[in-house]
């Protein structure tokens, strides 16, 4: 089965830029999505198709796409950001796939 | 605006089922699918199926087929899914999102709302 695969954690001190990367075989083709949880909260979307920000997102928050990998950069990261951050795409016949999940800590 | 508010916790023993509710405010329910994802204890979110709220139509996870029931009432804005012959894997926090179609050569989607999230604790 298809699978996106993230590193398990990233570390950033606060005001400096958080990447999370998320690989997966199909990303040329398909768009990726963001979502941020934090402990005992429900998914937030965050980025959607590859790079648009929904209404209510800080602009801090950006997507790329290049290749097989796509990423998440936060820029200026802020206490308030540390959360676990999940990529979702989709395999050849459009069902949905998360990925594992990236712990953002911010030191 | 838009809210997805879930039913409680279950603790349910195994080979019981369980229906979880969600019930929607601040759009046209009828206008999006719904989808069910669920997440076990230290595990990736896993995406179980989804109802068109309009004309009822479903489509499930292979791997929930035969044991998953979505539904929804459409006079209480409501979707609720069911899961039968539950065992221990099956604990875990059930989440549902209102959905919105992309097509990008396939039809696929992602998830623009999401319900608090119920837990379901299946123990004997």
């Known amino acids: 089965s298809y699978e996106l695969t993230q590193p398990p954690s990233v570390s950033v001190s606060p005001g400096q830029t958080a990447r999370i990367t998320c690989s997966g075989d199909?990303?040329?083709?398909?768009?990726a999505y963001w979502y941020q949880q934090k402990p005992g909260q429900a998914p937030v979307l965050v980025i959607y198709?590859?790079?648009e920000r929904p209404s209510g997102i800080p602009e801090r928050f950006s997507g790329s796409s290049s290749g097989t990998t796509v990423t998440l950069t936060i820029s200026g990261v802020q206490a308030e950001d540390e959360a676990d951050y999940y990529c979702?795409?989709?395999?050849?016949?459009?069902?949905?796939?998360f990925g594992g999940g990236t712990k953002l800590t911010v030191l | 605006q838009v809210q997805l508010v879930q039913s409680g916790a279950e603790v349910k023993k195994p080979g019981a089922s369980v229906k979880v509710s969600c019930k929607a405010s601040?759009?046209?329910?009828?206008?999006?699918?719904m989808h069910w994802v669920r997440q076990a204890p230290g595990q990736r979110l896993e995406w179980m199926g989804w109802?068109?709220?309009?004309?009822?139509?479903?489509k499930y996870s292979q791997k929930f087929q035969g044991r998953v029931t979505i539904t929804r009432d459409t006079s209480a804005s409501t979707a609720y899914m069911e899961l039968s012959s539950l065992r221990s894997e099956d604990t875990a926090v059930y989440y549902c999102a209102r959905g919105r179609w992309v097509v990008r050569g396939v039809t696929t989607y992602y998830f623009d709302y999401w319900g608090q999230g119920t837990l379901v604790t299946v123990s004997s």
């Open positions: 601040g759009y046209t329910f009828t206008s999006y699918a």
């Open positions: 979702q795409s989709a395999d050849s016949s459009g069902t949905g796939v």
């Open positions: 198709k590859d790079s």
């Open positions: 109802i068109n709220a309009g004309n009822g139509n479903t």
């Open positions: 199909a990303l040329p083709k398909q768009y």
